[in-house]
T-cell receptor, first 115, second 111 residues
Framework: AQSVAQPEDQVNVAEGNPLTVKCTYSVSGNPYLFWYVQYPNRGLQFLLKYITGDNLVKGSYGFEAEFNKSQTSFHLKKPSALVSDSALYFCAVRAYGGATNKLIFGTGTLLAVQP | KAGVTQTPRYLIKTRGQQVTLSCSPISGHRSVSWYQQTPGQGLQFLFEYFSETQRNKGNFPGRFSGRQFSNSRSEMNVSTLELGDSALYLC??????????FGPGTRLTVL
């Protein structure tokens, strides 16, 4: 069965420091991986995706993610955190099998950036 | 280009009632997916529609149903509401490049 794990419920980081939000996955075949961000009382905003190609993917708002096939990981990173980055972050994988856009989400990681 | 719109944004219902939520995808997007978000269960896939056909369905009871119209707008219906149906219901439309764009959601409260 396909699944996504976000091992940290919360990540705390000081403004200006680098941040990492972890994600590991379990899928059959080649994964389609995504990161989304959710601000309070809002829907999900797309940050970036990995389909194929370079393992380092660059996305919106200065975020990037590194696909590591051997470790089945897709960690989200940013070189310098901003207070405005504080939000709930979700990793997701597209379900495998036939034509579908179904996403399987991790449980989310709350990122708190302290000034 | 307008984003995904969902109506209404907030709903309060009582147990046993039914509710219909609406989603208008981004123009040109033919795939619409629905998700339920709760603090306990996180984000759970409900169903996906493509060109008016249900293409995939999550593990929810038959009280949850949906449909898609020829203009790609979608509705989901929940009958015989239960307290546990209180959630944020999110709709997403998908473009040709596999990016899902989410609407702001409908916050359903069941009393």
């Amino acid at each position: 069965a396909q699944s996504v794990a976000q091992p940290e419920d919360q990540v705390n980081v000081a403004e200006g420091n680098p941040l990492t939000v972890k994600c590991t996955y379990s899928v059959s075949g080649n994964p389609y991986l995504f990161w989304y961000v959710q601000y309070p009382n809002r829907g999900l905003q797309f940050l970036l995706k990995y389909i194929t190609g370079d393992n380092l993917v660059k996305g919106s708002y200065g975020f990037e993610a590194e696909f590591n096939k051997s470790q089945t990981s897709f960690h989200l990173k940013k070189p310098s955190a901003l207070v405005s980055d504080s939000a709930l972050y979700f990793c997701a994988v597209r379900a495998y099998g036939g034509a579908t856009n179904k996403l399987i989400f991790g449980t989310g990681t709350l990122l708190a950036v302290q000034p | 280009k307008a984003g995904v719109t969902q109506t209404p944004r907030y709903l309060i219902k009582t147990r046993g009632q039914q509710v219909t939520l609406s989603c208008s995808p981004i123009s040109g997007h033919r795939s619409v997916s629905w998700y339920q978000q709760t603090p306990g269960q996180g984000l759970q896939f409900l169903f996906e529609y493509f060109s008016e056909t249900q293409r995939n369905k999550g593990n929810f009871p038959g009280r949850f149903s949906g449909r898609q119209f020829s203009n790609s707008r979608s509705e989901m219906n929940v009958s015989t509401l239960e307290l546990g149906d209180s959630a944020l219901y999110l709709c997403a439309s998908t473009d040709w490049d596999n990016e899902q764009f989410f609407g702001p959601g409908t916050r359903l409260t069941v009393l």
